[in-house]
């Protein structure tokens, strides 16, 4: 007979430290976050989801609009009297401010804000347990250098046990950085230059994922189409390349990537989107703005019509093609005709999705200090106008599915008990009953109607 030992509860200092990542902005945060939290677990951090439970807490930060970093700033107010409250109570709460607000603003951010402990940029994140350590002996610690070591080299292999806890699908940053200084955006001075990670990395990573159960991988890179690496072959390859080699990985059965730049849509990514079964037919390439004045003061160094064009072609490969993008309302010198091209633009392309922003002056990028910067009230009125436009569109996207049959990957439980939760090959959450399948099956599906922004379905 075996003893049955009483449970007994550790005593505080036995208990494994706890880490809060809050994660603001795109999918690069997202599993930049994920990293860091893994990079932490192998130093013994548990992570929490309660941040009053935290004895550290992570803000993975987003400089890209400015309400963003104001949002930091406010959580960081929240955070100091929690810090206060736990320290009442005998407990020390560390507070690290990581993502593009740390890059940008660097050791401002602890004069703003002196309950942050550590300062730290995105390409340091390998760092971070070495610098947790010092904090944790009572530094104050800002590192926003950009490394000369590979970070994703430096940084522990990714847990299955974590991998398998997110799920059947992940992400996967392929490149970071970005040489396009577009003149509204930040992103060339807080993730730097473009860097491409090398074919035998993401392979590996990719691998990984496979093995723990991961069906779809999203290539992620704020300019993941200008990715290109050499080949086990020796020869360059480009993203059309690796999309082939990702999807010869057993346990792989979809592919995805985002976001990409016109300018890098070669021949061989739009073949892959020919030739490539497991590539969805789903891309998120943002224009901006439809007139061609505003294109060019805004640096994209390409027209309206090449764009339109480049879309013909890419639905002369997959006719189901799905886009999406991004715009920009009220940039500098944005007048009512420029506007109407931007609607003009969106008329035509006719999207599944799309994000659009008013413009907001980033300090330091070329736009900021442009004279002409157009009243909030007037972008507040064009963006109402794109949003119900672009909303007009997403509904008629969906509806378009209605009666048609497609695959659809399960991914969750519903919020309703019976129901189970997957998406389309083009991005819309489909619902269904649990009868359908498993979590990680690839269900062929009859979309019979939609609410919201669900599609409801059944097992064909
Ligand atoms: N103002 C408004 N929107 C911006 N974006 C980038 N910088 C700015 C800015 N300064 C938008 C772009 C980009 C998306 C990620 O954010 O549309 O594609
Ligand atoms: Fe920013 Fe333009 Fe680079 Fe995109 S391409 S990250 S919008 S500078």
Request: hydrophobic share 40%; glycine share 8%.
């Amino acid at each position: 007979m075996e003893l049955e030992l009483p449970a007994r509860e550790p005593d505080a200092a036995q208990q494994p430290k706890k880490v809060f990542v809050k994660t603001y902005g795109c999918q690069m945060n997202v599993y930049d976050s994920q990293r860091m939290a893994d990079a932490l677990a192998a130093d013994g951090y548990v992570s929490t989801h309660t941040v009053e439970d935290a004895d550290l807490v992570l803000l993975n930060t987003c400089h890209i609009r400015e309400k963003a970093a104001e949002k930091v700033y406010s959580e960081l107010g929240r955070i100091r009297q929690l810090k206060a409250e736990r320290a009442a109570a005998g407990r020390e709460t560390l507070v690290g401010i990581a993502g593009c607000v740390a890059q940008a603003e660097g050791g401002e951010i602890l004069r703003r804000a002196p309950v942050v402990d550590l300062v730290i940029g995105p390409q340091s994140y390998h760092r971070l347990p070495d610098h947790i350590r010092r904090v944790r002996g009572g530094d104050k610690v800002v590192e926003t250098e950009y490394a000369i070591e590979d970070k994703f080299e430096k940084l522990p292999a990714l847990r299955k046990a974590a991998v398998r806890a997110r799920g059947v699908t992940a992400f996967l940053t392929v490149q970071e950085g970005c040489d396009k200084f577009c003149t509204f955006c930040v992103v060339p001075y807080t993730r730097g230059s473009e860097v491409s990670r090398p074919v035998h990395q993401i392979v590996a990573e990719a691998e990984r994922l496979a093995e723990a159960g991961v069906r779809e991988v999203t290539l992620l890179g704020q300019n993941v189409n200008a990715w290109h690496g050499e080949g086990p072959d020796g020869v360059e390859w480009g993203l059309g390349r690796l999309l082939f080699r990702l999807a010869e990985i057993p346990g792989i059965a979809r592919l995805r990537y985002t976001t990409s730049h016109p300018r890098d849509m070669d021949d061989a990514l739009i073949a892959a989107h020919r030739d490539l079964p497991a590539l969805m037919p789903y891309l998120h390439l943002p224009i901006q703005s439809g007139s061609d004045r505003i294109l060019k003061a805004m640096n994209r160094r390409h027209k309206a019509d090449d764009y339109l064009r480049l879309i013909e072609r890419i639905r002369a490969a997959r006719p189901d093609m799905a886009m999406s993008g991004d715009f920009i309302v009220g940039f500098p010198g944005e007048t009512d005709a420029d506007f109407e091209d931007t609607l003009r633009i969106v008329r035509e392309v006719g999207y599944a999705q799309a994000f659009s922003f008013k413009y907001s002056q980033r300090p330091g990028t070329p736009a900021a200090d442009h004279e002409l910067q157009v009243a909030d009230v007037v972008k507040d009125e064009r963006l109402q106008r794109l949003q119900s436009l672009l909303t007009s569109q997403l509904n008629a996207f969906n509806t378009s599915v209605v009666g048609r049959s497609c695959p659809v990957l399960i991914e969750k439980p519903g919020r309703k008990p019976g129901q189970i939760v997957g998406r389309s090959p083009w991005l819309q959450p489909v619902i269904l009953d649990e009868s359908a399948g498993r979590i990680g099956d690839i269900v062929d599906t009859r979309i019979s109607h939609v609410s919201g922004n669900s599609l409801f379905g059944q097992a064909a």
